[in-house]
């Protein structure tokens, strides 16, 4: 492989990763207006610009809409996931790795939201940390299935042990 020939594979990488991650928000929001109506509630999408705001629901929604939205977006990524499979768009795959992360992480975040009143500040570190922690976890359980963890690590640690033989 040539120069140019990784400059490009580069760049359509980060430039499908950038795009999971506009797309991973407008999933989130289209889902959750789904499932809200779906549930019996009456959904109102809001958007600003190219990217969707929020869901606003009147009425009671079913609790467990969260639960089916989030395995909703879930599958979605895994699919996108799966058909990659077996190129080397490692960025990518890490970019939809780290959506599922932030995907589990909002259950968390949704549910503490309707009766909680600590401060903002807290919720926000308990979110962040969630996502961080389900978002190390998967890529260490699917890195190595989706080849996201194999290349370049694999070959810097096997260099570094023939260096050292």
Partial sequence: MGPLRDARQNVLDFS???GVLYGAIWLYELANYAVAGLAGGNALLT???LLPVSVTVYGVVAPYSKLVQTGACL???????ATIRTTEL????????????????????????QPYTGQLFMREILFVGLASVAGLA???????RFRVLDGPFKGSRARTKADEG
């Fill in 47 to 49: 958007v600003n610009g």
């Fill in 90 to 113: 490692r960025t990518t795959k890490t970019a939809l790795i780290s959506v599922m992360g932030l995907y589990l992480a909002s259950v968390q975040w949704e549910y503490l939201s």
């Fill in 75 to 81: 599958t979605c990524i895994l699919l996108v996931l």
């Fill in 138 to 144: 998967l890529l260490v359980l699917l890195g190595g």
């Fill in 16 to 18: 499908l990763a950038g």
